[in-house]
């Protein structure tokens, strides 16, 4: 279950689908649909799973969620991790190995017509920049450009 996924992982920030998943993908929906009942029950005492302690969420963004008061990632900047290639780059990489789909509409979107696209910032429809702040417990996101935006550092041990 969720729950127990959030409970075992412990993270301070979840993403999920868009409410409507994306582009009507009824699993993406169903996804989003259980995460968001998930939230309160993964901080929720009395709700029992496998004997894990409650864990706290400080934010859940939703793909494309309250499109005009957005969270923007920059997709475009180099990964030092990542042999400074962009997300946008490394996301094509991981779809590639996607064989089931890559003779899908899918493909052209990631992509663009004939691999045209060199950027995420020319995806226009479902952009995967754009995360809507759907779930906080410490305030709102005031610079928009990053996740861990006031989430508490953890002391160093």
């Known amino acids: 279950s969720y729950v ?32 968001k009942q998930a939230i309160t029950k993964a901080e929720d005492a009395s709700y029992e799973v496998d004997n894990l302690d409650p864990v ?28 400074n290639k962009t997300a946008y780059q490394v996301s094509k990489e991981g779809y590639s190995k996607h064989l089931s789909q890559q003779y899908t509409w899918f493909t052209d979107w990631l992509n663009g017509k004939n691999n045209s696209y060199t950027s995420a910032t020319q995806i226009i429809k479902y952009n995967p920049a754009y995360w809507g702040l759907y779930y906080t417990s410490v305030g709102p996101d005031i610079n ?14």
């Open 56 to 83: 706290k969420i400080y934010k859940v963004y939703l793909h494309l969620y309250d499109p005009d008061n957005s969270t923007v990632l920059d997709y475009d900047i180099a990964l030092g991790n990542y042999d």
């Open 4 to 35: 127990r996924e959030i409970r075992k992982y412990k993270p301070k920030v979840k993403l999920g689908h868009d409410e409507n998943g994306e582009y009507g993908h009824g699993q993406h929906r169903l996804n989003t649909f259980t995460l």
């Open 144 to 157: 928009k450009d990053d996740l861990f935006e006031n989430i508490p550092e953890e002391k160093k041990r």
